[in-house]
T-cell receptor, first 115, second 115 residues
Framework: NAGVMQNPRHLVRRRGQEARLRCSPM?????VYWYRQLPEEGLKFMVY????????ESGMPKERFSAEFPKEGPSILRIQQVVRGDSAAYFC?????????????FGPGTRLTVT | AQSVAQPEDQVNVAEGNPLTVKCTYS??????LFWYVQYPNRGLQFLLK??????LVKGSYGFEAEFNKSQTSFHLKKPSALVSDSALYFC?????????????FGGGTRLMVKP
C-alpha cells in the first residue's frame, strides 16, 4: 500500500510566481490535511479537506493561499504571488475518516524555496 | 484552544541509556495524544498514540509513552537508546470532543544519541 505521495519534493519559485503543491492520499483515505513547517519549528495546521469540500481552513492565510481536493485527482495547495516568507516545508497528511481515533499519515513534504 | 509544549529543544543521551522526551498539553475536551518522529528531509512517521485505556502506551521501535492526566503530560520514553534514534520528535494533541480533526503540534525536540 503506497503511502502519502507529494510532488514535487523540491520547488523553487521567484517572488511573484505561483506555486502548486500536490498530494495524493493513501489508498482508501478520503481526508487530507495540509501543514506548514518553518525551519526548526513544529508543524502548523493549514487546512483540512474531504473530497470536494473544505472542512476547516482556519490555519490558512487569508490571501494568496487556496486548497482543493477534487473528486478525481490529488489535493492541490496553491500559493499565488509567492513571497520569501512562504519558503517552508509543506506536508500533506491523510486519514481514512475524519473523526475518531485515527492517526494521520504524512507524506515526505514539498520544500518550497522562494528566491 | 489546544496547545502542546515540548520544553526541551534538545535532549542528549548516551547509547544504551534510557531516554525521556517531555511533552505537556492543554485541551478542553478529551485529549488524543500522538508522538511522531522526523528524520532529516523526511516526513513525519507515526510512533504511538493515546486515546483511552492504559496510561502506558507502547509503540514502534521500542518507544513507549506515559499519559498522566493530573500533570497533563505525555512523555516519550525508551529504556535503551540507539544512535539511530537520533531525530526530531514531535508531540501532538487533538480534542477528542471536537468534531474537527485538527492536530496541534509541539515545537519539537531534537534527540541526540551519542555512541
Amino acid at each position: 500500500n503506497a503511502g502519502v505521495m507529494q510532488n514535487p519534493r523540491h520547488l523553487v519559485r521567484r517572488r511573484g510566481q505561483e506555486a502548486r503543491l500536490r498530494c495524493s492520499p493513501m489508498k482508501g483515505h478520503s481526508h487530507v490535511y495540509w501543514y506548514r513547517q518553518l525551519p526548526e519549528e513544529g508543524l502548523k495546521f493549514m487546512v483540512y479537506l474531504q473530497k470536494e469540500n473544505i472542512i476547516d481552513e482556519s490555519g490558512m492565510p487569508k490571501e494568496r493561499f487556496s486548497a482543493e481536493f477534487p473528486k478525481e485527482g490529488p489535493s492541490i495547495l496553491r500559493i499565488q504571488q509567492v513571497v520569501r516568507g512562504d519558503s517552508a516545508a509543506y506536508f500533506c497528511a491523510s486519514s481514512p475518516v475524519g473523526q475518531g481515533t485515527y492517526e494521520q499519515y504524512f507524506g515526505p513534504g514539498t520544500r518550497l524555496t522562494v528566491t | 484552544a489546544q496547545s502542546v509544549a515540548q520544553p526541551e529543544d534538545q535532549v542528549n543521551v548516551a547509547e544504551g541509556n534510557p531516554l525521556t522526551v517531555k511533552c505537556t498539553y492543554s485541551v478542553s475536551g478529551n485529549p488524543y495524544l500522538f508522538w511522531y518522529v522526523q528524520y532529516p528531509n523526511r516526513g513525519l512517521q507515526f510512533l504511538l498514540k493515546y486515546i483511552t485505556g492504559d496510561n502506558l502506551v507502547k509503540g514502534s521501535y521500542g518507544f513507549e509513552a506515559e499519559f498522566n492526566k493530573s500533570q497533563t503530560s505525555f512523555h516519550l520514553k525508551k529504556p535503551s537508546a540507539l544512535v539511530s534514534d537520533s531525530a526530531l520528535y514531535f508531540c501532538a494533541v487533538r480534542d477528542g470532543n471536537n468534531a474537527g480533526n485538527m492536530l496541534t503540534f509541539g515545537g519539537g525536540t531534537r534527540l541526540m544519541v551519542k555512541p
